[in-house]
């Protein structure tokens, strides 16, 4: 048997109706949709970083690091994802927790850095020890199967709103809040839509990776017109690269880069010694973090698994711990080396549409990212602009799910109803769930059917007002992540 035979079956591709082609591809799809985090993620965590920086070390030399730590922590989540719990599952260090890492503990609360990473480290081992005794699948199992249902619709409308959001086609407006934006006086959102609209042209004729070609012709576009016309470098290109590229040349563009992370390393080990400075804001801190992090990565977890056709009858996921216990290991790996939370990522349902249904497609995915780590900056020559068009798509596929919901029957449409619009309306998958885990108790037992909610369905629902509340008063206004 040679090592494609073995893959194949360790990965039990004919059970699962694939092949190496279509877990390639898919896991391709995944990566270039999530690519951005390389960029984006040191750019919200540096700022913190540089209330007090390693020494000798610069923004630029922090970056990198950041990026460096931002790969490498994603290869060890999808590691465990691959291997163990063989899911098309993408990870990495998650928006809106770097956020609140950054700019509400760090420069908000005036906790040090390093503390912050020991505050990530503890959450990752409660993670490990609770997914370690099935805590995590029980609760998660506790969720109302309306909400289930709801989620994978819940998060595609999220996505269809976040990628019209950062292509100008919806805007700010003062009245309204938001509106029809005027993308035709914007040169990247003409490029954007463009792309999206090639892309969904592809897709609907059928042809399999419309979503990376889409994300490639349209990034390959705006280097073209970043490039050749006059005025638009900036515009075009991610920020700085074209004056960084002419001032020292491509070649160095691409090889030099600060690999060494350990300086972020021993700020950690420092964090760890300080916890007992203020033992009550970092219980706080730590108390943020498990929440959100552990609703954002079920409902990720069981919105995509939905599109994928991997949850049972009564929309539980099999064998979640496993899946789980990659969140909690990159997490715990990953405040080691210095960023901020791990989870599974929604961009994962891109590879899932290409057809990717095997751990195969997320080691394809952590390959990448393997492989970025030989040239990390020419990850950020991707324009963020072509990346959010597979946001679009994937966006409007996975509204799909609102089908298998009894609209007529108030205790499914309530719920499900408020998960799937305060997903968009709050930018939290945690907030969606909330509201529909507060609210299909008080509407089963209005409809007359208390008898059928379970001691833990109200045991989760107290302790989430508790949560909303301590947040309330804790800081006078709602937190939204």
Not at 394 to 419: C, E, F, R, S
């Amino acid at each position: 048997m040679g090592i494609a035979d073995s893959l194949a079956e360790y990965f039990d591709f004919e059970e699962h109706g694939t092949d190496f082609r279509t877990e390639t591809l898919a896991g391709t799809t995944t990566f270039l949709a999530m690519a951005y985090i390389i960029v984006v993620n040191p750019a919200i965590l540096t700022p913190a970083i540089m209330t007090d920086p390693p020494a000798g070390m610069g923004e630029t030399e922090v970056l990198q690091m950041l990026s460096v730590v931002t790969i490498l922590a994603s290869i060890a989540a999808i590691t465990v994802m691959a291997l163990y719990a063989k899911r098309p599952f993408g990870l990495a260090p998650g928006l809106g927790l770097n956020a609140f890492f950054a700019f509400t503990v760090v420069l908000g609360l005036g906790v040090p850095w390093q503390v912050a990473l020991a505050a990530v480290f503890v959450e990752g081992l409660l993670f490990i020890a609770l997914t370690a005794v099935g805590a995590r699948r029980y609760v998660i199992e506790l969720f109302p199967e309306p909400v289930k249902l709801a989620v994978g619709a819940g998060i595609g409308v999220f996505l269809l709103f976040l990628g019209l959001q950062e292509m100008n086609v919806v805007a700010d407006a003062d009245a309204t809040l938001v509106t029809l934006g005027n993308f035709f006086v914007d040169p990247t959102a003409i490029v954007a839509v463009a792309g999206l609209a090639f892309t969904l042209f592809l897709y609907a004729r059928g042809v399999r990776g419309s979503i990376v070609l889409g994300i490639l012709l349209t990034a390959v576009v705006g280097w073209l017109v970043a490039l050749f016309v006059p005025g638009q470098e900036e515009a075009f290109a991610p920020p700085g690269t074209i004056g960084v590229i002419r001032e020292v040349g491509f070649v160095a563009f691409l090889t030099d880069v600060q690999y060494n992370f350990l300086p972020l390393a021993r700020g950690f080990i420092e964090g760890l010694g300080g916890i007992t400075e203020d033992p009550f804001v970092f219980l706080l801190v730590v108390f943020t973090f498990f929440v959100v992090d552990f609703f954002d990565t079920a409902g990720t977890l069981i919105g995509v698994s939905g599109i994928a056709g991997f949850l049972d009858e009564e929309g539980n996921l099999p064998d979640i711990d496993k899946p789980l216990m990659a969140d909690a290991v990159g997490t715990t790996l990953g405040s080691m080396m210095g960023t901020s939370t791990v989870t599974t990522y929604i961009e994962s349902s891109t590879g899932i549409e290409e057809g990717g249904r095997t751990g195969f497609t997320a080691l394809v995915v952590g390959f990448l990212f393997f492989a970025s780590l030989a040239v990390v900056p020419l990850i950020s020559l991707l324009p963020l602009y072509a990346t959010y068009l597979a946001l679009v798509v994937v966006g409007i596929i996975m509204l799909q799910g609102v089908t298998d919901i009894d609209w007529n029957d108030p205790a499914w449409a309530i719920p499900a109803g408020l998960t799937i619009t305060a997903m968009p309306l709050t930018a939290s998958i945690a907030n969606g769930l909330a509201a529909g885990i507060l609210s299909y108790p008080l509407i089963k037992t209005a409809v007359g059917e208390r008898r059928e909610i379970t001691f833990g369905q109200w045991i989760l629902a107290l302790s989430l007002v508790a949560y909303y509340i301590v947040f309330f008063l804790a800081d006078g206004e709602f937190i939204a992540f």
